[in-house]
């Protein structure tokens, strides 16, 4: 939104080149193409307002690209908290995932943008929403968040475990 005021501005002011405005003016294009893919609302009876979550095509992504992406989302996710639990729980478990359980992770990581909201979730401080309650994945998630056999989870585990740093 903040780009397209800016191209507007500079398509107005008049102070730069046309090779400059050009690229303004495909800015606006791309933010306009880019805004119509967003998650659509949709209103139901009861007045409440529904987002439906935006879910990128990813066509015919296999398994091994799956958990590289999974891995690196589970390594930089906007807390050091969330950091520290997902890295783990994917060092110890995600080679042995099936394709279902994979899927489930990429929901767990993709449905809900706010950190604080998912480490309360998985802290069990706020109550479960129910398209995540449902999931193996995230029950297994939350068990592995309670640390029962006090792990010490201060860093990250190393990507490649197998190599010397």
Not at 29 to 37: D, E, N, P
Not at 86 to 105: G, I
Not at 144 to 163: A, D, F, G
Request: overall charge positive; aromatic content about 8%; charged content about 30%.
């Amino acid at each position: 939104m903040a780009l397209r005021q800016v191209a507007r501005c500079v398509q107005l002011s008049g102070r730069l080149s046309r090779q400059h405005q050009q690229a303004a003016a495909l800015q606006s294009r791309w933010l306009s193409t880019k805004m119509t893919s967003e998650p659509q609302e949709k209103v139901i009876e009861e007045g409440k307002v529904v987002i439906q979550p935006y879910r990128p095509e990813r066509a015919a992504e296999s398994d091994d690209k799956l958990r590289r992406r999974l891995l690196y989302q589970a390594r930089k996710r906007g807390i050091k908290e969330n950091d520290l639990i997902f890295s783990t729980f994917c060092h110890k478990y995600l080679d042995a995932l099936n394709r279902t359980q994979l899927e489930e992770l990429d929901i767990i990581f993709n449905e809900h943008d706010n950190e604080w909201d998912m480490f309360n979730w998985l802290t069990g401080k706020d109550p479960t929403p129910d398209y995540l309650k449902d999931l193996s994945t995230f029950v297994e998630l939350k068990e592995h968040t309670q640390n029962r056999s006090k792990e010490v989870r201060v860093t990250m585990p190393p990507l490649h475990p197998n190599t010397s740093s």
